[in-house]
């Protein structure tokens, strides 16, 4: 089966394929970049992408929106004509100033979860980026296009749906996590897709929606778009390309890793995740760190009560410092064996 171009409004990946938003440092404009020339839909993730600035310890804002402003531009000097998204999570502070500087800088897409991104049909009004929620289950789904519609009287451009088998921070509590193991998930999906129906007939446009969360090859992508998605979002198997931005020592983690090393861990900010079981996670779960610095990442992380501060532990990840970090993966990374180019991956995975 060829798999057909992903359309959002004027916009047209040839390949109906979304590189999920990685922070701290995973997904920048090398990857996002790469996947967008490619024909694949590239994404930035805005979750402190200034780490590497010389400012970024006592200017950490302006850092930031410094490095979101740059890697933007590099990103669409690869991309060409491709797609460039940005990845902003509404807990983060300045959200609406890196939803902003995402605009200013000519993001196509701006994609916003880990919470309701509420206002964001405000933020993006009369420019030409695009809006996508990420969502987790059909009540989140309701939730927010209902306020949009009402609030905005507007709707999305596109849905993506972060399933379960996901990496990095996941929608879901503990106990929703393990009664999905029994069920599934395509029943919640069936379920979404219907609610978005809703809106396409309300505002006569097509709304793609996208899944996430443990796509591993062609033969998931035929099958969730057998299910009427018309994309798939995959992060995990991008991790494992020359393109990624993260260190090599951090792409080896997925490669070395067993099945058994996958596991869920409760970041500071009292979100269920999904990462490598190194030292770091053993540690932190009877240790807690001593957090000299905040970096004032997240609107409801208070310092003086977390573990470990989250961004210190993925930076050190980012950086290759792999067994004193945070090593978020999907449930998938013990599937990767190799290290590849994002064209070859891209090939694998479309032809
Ligand atoms: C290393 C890593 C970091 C991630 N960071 C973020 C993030 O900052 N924000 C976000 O919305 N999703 C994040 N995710 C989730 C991905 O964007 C994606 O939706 C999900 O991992 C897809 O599942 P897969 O990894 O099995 O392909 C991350 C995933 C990984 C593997």
Redesign the pocket.
């Known amino acids: 089966m060829s798999l057909l171009p992903l359309r959002i409004g004027n916009l047209a990946a040839r390949i109906p394929i979304i590189q999920?938003?990685?922070?701290?440092g995973?997904?920048l404009s090398g990857l996002a970049g790469a996947v967008a020339k490619e024909g694949g839909i590239g994404?930035i993730?805005a979750?402190q992408p200034g780490f590497q600035e010389p400012d970024f310890l006592t200017n950490t804002f302006e850092a930031n929106y410094r490095a979101l402003s740059s890697h933007l531009k590099k990103a669409r000097e690869t991309a060409r004509n491709g797609i460039i998204g940005v990845?902003i999570?509404c807990r983060a502070n300045h959200y609406e100033e890196y939803v902003r500087c995402a605009v200013r800088n000519c993001a196509d897409i701006i994609?916003s979860?880990?919470g309701l991104p509420i206002d964001l049909p405000s933020l993006v009004k009369g420019t030409a980026s695009k809006i996508a929620p990420?969502i987790g289950t059909p009540k989140a789904a309701r939730v927010i296009l209902k306020m949009w519609d009402r609030h905005h009287h507007c709707t999305a451009d596109m849905v993506?749906i972060?399933?379960p088998?996901?990496?990095?921070?996941l929608g879901y509590t503990q106990d929703q996590l393990e009664a999905l193991k029994d069920s599934g998930y395509e029943k919640q999906i069936l379920e979404i897709l219907d609610i978005v129906h809703e809106y396409e007939k309300k505002y006569e446009k097509k709304i793609p929606v996208i899944f996430?969360?443990?796509?591993?090859d062609k033969k998931d992508i035929e099958h969730y778009l057998s299910l009427g998605l018309s994309g798939v979002?995959?992060?995990?198997?991008f991790?494992a390309t020359r393109e990624c931005d993260?260190a090599e020592s951090f792409k080896q983690m997925y490669v070395k890793a067993r099945e058994e090393d996958i596991t869920l861990v409760e970041s500071p900010v009292h979100m269920i995740g999904?990462a490598i079981n190194n030292p770091f996670v053993k540690q932190v779960k009877n240790f807690r760190e001593d957090v000299t610095q905040c970096f004032h990442c997240l609107r409801d992380c208070n310092p003086k009560e977390i573990p470990y501060c989250i961004t210190a532990a993925l930076i050190r990840a980012a950086r290759g410092d792999v067994d004193h970090a945070l090593?978020?993966?999907?449930?998938?990374?013990w599937r990767v064996k190799e290290i590849t180019s994002v064209h070859n991956l891209m090939k694998e995975l479309s032809e």
């Open positions: 999920g938003g990685m922070g701290i995973v997904s994404i993730s979750a990845n999570m994609f979860g880990a990420i993506v972060e399933g088998k996901a990496g990095g921070h996430g969360g443990g796509v591993f979002q995959m992060a995990t198997r991790v993260a999904r090593v978020f993966c999907g449930s998938n990374a």
